[in-house]
């Protein structure tokens, strides 16, 4: 499926940000330090997000879970 395809429920980031796309999740995990995205959780999201835009069916769901799990580890770290 296309990098443009849209996740069923969106990533929210924050109050005002939400990421609505495949595309959009990758291009917030590539602004963040190199050190956070070497950080398992940030690897396990990219490596769903590839498999969601090289593939389709269920991947998208697995990207969307591990875009929040890696969002949620942050978040209890800070």
Not at 21 to 30: C, H, R, S
Not at 49 to 78: P, V, Y
């Amino acid at each position: 499926m296309p990098w443009s395809t849209a996740f069923d429920d969106p990533v929210r980031v924050s109050n005002k940000r939400k990421l609505l796309t495949l595309q959009d999740a990758a291009d917030y995990i590539m602004q963040l330090p190199d050190d956070v995205q070497h950080e398992a959780h940030w690897q396990t999201a990219i490596e769903t997000l590839i498999n969601a835009a090289e593939t389709s069916g269920a991947w998208l769901m697995f990207a969307r879970i591990a875009m929040l799990r890696a969002l949620n580890a942050d978040a209890s770290r800070g």
